[in-house]
C-alpha cells in the first residue's frame, strides 16, 4: 500500500537500526545512560533551551509541559484544531486539573487579536488564564506553519500579561524546512515546547520536551508518575538522532510531492483544494460529490492509503517512506479517477 494515512508509518531503516544496536547505553531512570544524556543536551542546545527531558510520546511532552506551567483551576488558550484539544482524551483536565479554552483561528493559528480578548482576569470567579498553546506545524489545519512574526507578537501579548508559552512541535521539523526558521527562534518565544521524531523523522518512538532546568527536573518526576521512567533509552535516542541527521533534509522532497499532489487534485473534477494550504508534508482536501468515506475506501481498493477528515475532507500526509515508484503510482492514479 502507498501508506499516505500518516507520517507515523515510517519505520527505522537498516542504517537506523545500525545506530540503535552501537549505541552505548545505561539506566535512565539513574540518569546514567550516557546516549539519551548527550541527545537531551544536543536538542535543548539546538533549540536554545536549557534542558531537554526525552519522554515516549508527544501527548507525555506537551501533558508534561502544561503541568509545569499551571496550576490546578488554572485555563490554557488553544485554537480548536489544536491536538492538545481533539487528542489527547482530556489528558490536561485530568492529569492536571486544568481546563482548555480553544478559539476559532485560521487553519490551527492563533493571533493576538484573538488570543487579547480571551484572557481571563484574576477574578476569583474566573479560571485565570496562564498559558497560550500553539501548535507548529497544525495537524488539522493542514500543516500550516507559523511566521517568525506572528509567534514574536504572541510572545509580546504573553509578556504583557505574565503568561506562558507552550509550542507544541509535533512537526516542527517540517516548520523549519518550509520557512527557514532556526530552531534556536523557537526557544525564544516559547517557555516549553515539545518536539517529535516518530512522524516524518522515522524513529520508532520518542519525544522530548524542551525548557528550564528547574521546569525539567518537576517533569522528569512526574514522567516517572505517569509511568514514563525507561531504562536503557540511549537505543531510541541513537534512532532520533539518526533521523534528525540523516531523515529531516529528506523533508523538502515530502513537501515538494505534496505541493505536487496539490496540484493534481486541483484539475480533479472530483475535488477541492486551497493551493494556498500546501505548505509542509500534509495535504487536506474535500470531496465535491461523494462522502469521504467513499472515497477512502476508492483509494484503498487502489492500494492508497488516506484518512477522512470530515464528512466530505480526506487527509493525505508525505513521508519520506514513499518511493518515487509509488509517488508516480499515486499521481497516475489520481488522474485517472
Known amino acids: 500500500m502507498i501508506d499516505l494515512r500518516s507520517d507515523t508509518v515510517t519505520k527505522p531503516t537498516q542504517d537506523m537500526l545500525r545506530a540503535m544496536t552501537s549505541a552505548d547505553v ?52 488553544i485554537d480548536k484544531l489544536g491536538h492538545i484539544f481533539n487528542y489527547e482524551s482530556t489528558a490536561a483536565a485530568h492529569l492536571s486539573s486544568i481546563q482548555l479554552r480553544p478559539l476559532d483561528g485560521q487553519r490551527g493559528k492563533l493571533t493576538p487579536e484573538l488570543i487579547k480578548p480571551a484572557i481571563r482576569t484574576t477574578n476569583e470567579w474566573d479560571p485565570h488564564t496562564r498559558v497560550i498553546a500553539v501548535e507548529n506545524t497544525t495537524n488539522k489545519g493542514g500543516g500550516a506553519c507559523y511566521t517568525e512574526i506572528e509567534l514574536k507578537k504572541i510572545r509580546q501579548l504573553a509578556d504583557q500579561h505574565n503568561l506562558s508559552v507552550h509550542l507544541d512541535g509535533a512537526r516542527i521539523w517540517n516548520a523549519m524546512t518550509a520557512t527557514g526558521t532556526s530552531p ?16 516524518g523523522l522515522g524513529a520508532p518512538v ?60 486541483k484539475e480533479s473534477p472530483h475535488f477541492s483544494i486551497d493551493l494556498e494550504s500546501a505548505e509542509t508534508n500534509i495535504i487536506i482536501f474535500d470531496t465535491l460529490e461523494e ?34 515508484e509509488e509517488f508516480d503510482q499515486l499521481i497516475r492514479t489520481v488522474k485517472n479517477f
Open 26 to 77: 545505561g539506566d535512565d531512570v539513574f540518569a546514567e545512560d550516557p546516549t539519551i544524556n548527550r541527545f537531551e543536551k544536543k536538542m535543548a542546545d539546538m533549540f536554545g533551551m536549557e534542558a531537554g527531558l526525552f519522554v515516549p510520546s508527544g501527548t507525555m511532552s506537551n501533558q508534561l509541559s502544561l503541568n509545569v506551567l499551571t496550576s490546578p483551576g488554572d485555563e490554557v488558550i
Open 291 to 324: 462522502s469521504a468515506a467513499t472515497w477512502v475506501t476508492r483509494f484503498s481498493d487502489h492500494g492508497i492509503g488516506v484518512v477522512p477528515f470530515g464528512e466530505q475532507t480526506i487527509r493525505a500526509t508525505f513521508h519520506f517512506q514513499v518511493t518515487d
Open 184 to 199: 534556536e527562534f523557537y526557544g525564544s518565544v516559547a517557555d516549553t515546547i515539545s518536539i517529535c521524531f516518530s512522524k
Open 206 to 265: 520518542g519525544s522530548m520536551m524542551l525548557s528550564s532546568h528547574e521546569r525539567k527536573k518537576e517533569a522528569r518526576r512526574l514522567r516517572k508518575m505517569w509511568g514514563g521512567g525507561m531504562r536503557q533509552i540511549g537505543l531510541l535516542a541513537a534512532a532520533a538522532d539518526y533521523a534528525v541527521e540523516h531523515h529531516w533534509p529528506l523533508m523538502a522532497k515530502d513537501h515538494d510531492r505534496a505541493r505536487h499532489f496539490a496540484d493534481v487534485l
